[in-house]
Each structure stands twice: as structure tokens, then as C-alpha cells.
């Protein structure tokens, strides 16, 4: 009996640390397409930081994507930033961004950014999709 509580032990947490790997993996992702797409922007970079957002919120962005996305000004990402990942969505803290993001097949892009909080109404964002 004692056998199979240790083995059920073990494998519990085992799991447990393959569910925070995971969770930390897609965290970082998604703080790296966020600071990617961010430094893309604000080093005038409007193909490369066009090539992460969201279909929805390319098509938003004013014709041609890649000179749309920078007239919209957006800073550098800040050395320090604070990740939520909820399931297929992420948000991305940066001191002076957020950053919304969304998993698809081929992997995280922004939905949202250059979004500022506003108390208890949603965030109001410069770029965002329809």
C-alpha cells in the first residue's frame, strides 16, 4: 500500500511540474512575440512587426500594414515586464505597453497594443482588431 501512495505521490507531482513548465514555455512566448512585435514597431520595422499581428487586427491597421503599424509610434518594450497567460490568450505588461495576444497554429500574435488601462472600463489600445 505504501508502494502504491509513493508511486501516486510521484506521478502527481510530476505532472504538476510538467503544468508549470508548460505554463512558464507559453509565458515566454508570448512575452517574446510581444517584445518582438514592440521592437519591430519602434525601430520602423513595419514588415516585421506586421508579421505578428492577428488577421483581424492586420486588416485594421490603415493600408499598407507595414507603414500603417508605424506611424502608429509605438515604444520599445521596457527591459522588465509582467506576463498573464489564460489558456489561448496572453496579456503582456511592458512600463510604458500592453500588449494582448492570442494562440494560433503557428504560434502566439498580437491582437492588441498600445493599450493603456482605464479603472474598471476595458483597455483603450491604439492597435486592435475588429
Not at 12 to 22: D, N, P, Q, R, V
Not at 34 to 62: S, Y
Request: net charge negative; glycine share 10%; with cysteine.
Amino acid at each position: 500500500m505504501q508502494r502504491l501512495v509513493l508511486r501516486a505521490t510521484l506521478l502527481i507531482t510530476m505532472l504538476l511540474l510538467a503544468g508549470c513548465s508548460s505554463v512558464e514555455q507559453r509565458s515566454g512566448a508570448a512575452e517574446e512575440t510581444a517584445r518582438r512585435f514592440l521592437q519591430a514597431a519602434a525601430n520602423g520595422d513595419g514588415q516585421a512587426a506586421c508579421g505578428v499581428l492577428a488577421p483581424a487586427t492586420e486588416a485594421e491597421i490603415d493600408a499598407p500594414c507595414a507603414q500603417g503599424i508605424v506611424d502608429e509610434a509605438l515604444t520599445a518594450p521596457s527591459d522588465q515586464a509582467e506576463t498573464q497567460v489564460y489558456g489561448q490568450r496572453a496579456l503582456v505588461r511592458f512600463a510604458d505597453d500592453t500588449v494582448f495576444l492570442a494562440v494560433f497554429p503557428d504560434g502566439w500574435r498580437v491582437v492588441a497594443a498600445g493599450c493603456e488601462p482605464r479603472g474598471e472600463r476595458p483597455y483603450d489600445c491604439t492597435v486592435q482588431g475588429g
